[in-house]
């Protein structure tokens, strides 16, 4: 029996449970790392914010803008590139040109923008409203009846930036989109889910006290209010919301999730929690002499495309390299910057969908990704035939298995749900196009693109730990 459960243990791959196959000490810190996350997936709500908080705590650890170096040198640089996206370098030993280890995450997440010209007055109902469009693959009707918050900025002719945030105090008014009671609601049941909400009923109530005026009739008097409430606060214009960016997002903070506290649930989590975890990967790698030089970039739109000026696809990604080889005085040619890139070596920090226990019917569970399992490797996305994936070569899945192991990772593979059930895409394959070697590598998610995903606390830790790991071995 000994020899057949040797045997067994020598030749079987089987996911180890976090929980049970690491210490007690290191589940203490497991928890304790996620007390951090939370704080930070509680005020970066937006791209914008993810972008102000990473700066503020990487000026904190001396790190200096590679714009503004002139002649002074420095270790440990970054650049942020029209507020939307952003680049963290810790110069290595090796010259850039011999590769470098890149972790790239997005900071973006599925929302309800709302529209240039958002404001007006619903005549019949006498209540002022707000216009939306909603942003990436959500289920519209998660977002009906549920308190939602305010975030995003406004750019006034003059320049100034308004930064905006109303609905995360306990003082403030949340905004709702209020959804159709079941009373009334027999046609719209007999919809599929997909249709019984329509992108032009996902309104939000804005105000319903009119503007008063003791000698006239006010036209539009709940409008008027509303645009003066406005000025009044923030010193905004109807006109100068045609150069906002708002967004609505689930109001209130990341909690502790389940009864043992194992789980945090928050709003944006696909992909801050990569976001959050790479950066404090880089944080530690700072404190070591590390080989290779080791960068953390953070996109944007990536849940629409990936294109845009703070996407995967944008100039940044090529431009920001061709900094660091210009720093270091090596050749800045289009030619040394392929090669670099082609040397360069990338996870592409994104989640993956968990077994959810509710609707274990979507995935193959030889195949997909526990909660609570560590980080999860996932050699290709994409849909049907693989459409839209980056496929990981095998020597470089292969040589991140061996790291992880050696430096005792919890880790684990998962593919994005069963074969021709849906699938999805990473930006993976807009990095690989630059002949880096890419894997999609970051922790599952239940719940992914809801208002309030789920994720484990040790599959957390797990991503920071493979992050620092991929930064120091390869």
Known sequence: MKKTEDIRKKLMYKPKNFWIDTTKNEQKIALKFSEGYKKYLSCCKTERQAIRFTLEEIKAKSFVNIEELGTKSSRFVYRVFKNKAMAIAVIGKSPISKGVNIVASHIDAPRVDLKQNPLYEDKETQIGMLRTHYYGGIKKYQWMSTPLALHGVVVKQNGDRVHITVGESELDPVFIMPDLLPHLAKDQMTKVASEFIQAG????????????????????????????????????????????????????????????????????????????????????????????????????????????????TSVFFKDFIADLLKLKNEDISENNLRKTLINSAVLSADVNAGINPNFPAVHEAQNACHLGYGVVLTKYTGARGKSGSNDATSEFMAKLIHIFEDEKVSWQTGSLGKVDEGGGGTIAKFLAMHGCDVIDCGPGLLGMHSLYELASKADIYSTYKAYKAFFMRV
Do not use: H
Not at 215 to 230: G, R, T
Not at 245 to 262: H, I, M, N, T, Y
Not at 272 to 286: E, F, G, N
């Open 201 to 312: 009923q996902m309104n939000v109530v804005f105000n319903s006290i009119p503007y008063s005026d003791e000698k006239d009739e006010v036209k539009d008097a709940i409008k008027l209010q509303a645009l003066q409430m406005i000025w009044e606060k923030y010193s905004i214009r109807e006109e100068d919301l045609l150069s906002a960016e708002l967004q609505l997002v689930p109001a209130g903070k990341a909690r502790d999730a389940g009864f043992d506290k194992s789980f945090v649930v928050g709003y944006g989590q696909d992909d801050r929690i990569c976001a959050y975890t790479s950066l404090q990967a880089l944080l530690d790698v700072k404190e070591i002499d590390a080989n290779k030089t080791c960068v953390v970039f953070l996109f944007d739109k990536e849940e629409v495309g990936s294109d845009s000026v703070g996407g995967a």
